[in-house]
């Protein structure tokens, strides 16, 4: 139910927003919905800790080898392990970004939106009094299962 914008709390406005762009359809899903939002939730939060998993001692962090030897490629490894994680071309003209993003998205960081997206099923289960903070974590966790809702 949308209210007058002018008299929303923000949270209550990024709700609105949030829901009304189509960017999830939370509060239409059915008591027995399957999944629920709190199971996609787990999903995601599982799905990141079997891939973090599965890189054994290529935990990270990643760092960039030869930033200043460009143009081609730039090699990605993981810090105490000689492993190479990535590597990735760049026009010379441009510094590495695709390979800083990669080195800023390791297993850590992905370890960290798995306890994120764990908390907040917890939450919503709970309460879904104010679901700003869970509509948001649901929008990460189904792009991380794929989906485009």
Known sequence: MTTDPGKQTPAQQDRDFLVGSGAVDWYDLPEDASP?????????AEKLRALGAALRDCQGPWYVVNREQRPYPQRIDNIGV????????TDPSHPPTIADYICAMHPGVGAALADWLETTADYAVVSVGHPTHVV?????ARQINGESK
Do not use: H, I, K
């Open 36 to 44: 629920s939002p709190a199971d996609e939730l787990r999903g995601a």
């Open 82 to 89: 000689p492993y190479v994680v990535a590597s990735t071309t």
């Open 136 to 140: 948001r974590a649901l929008t990460v």
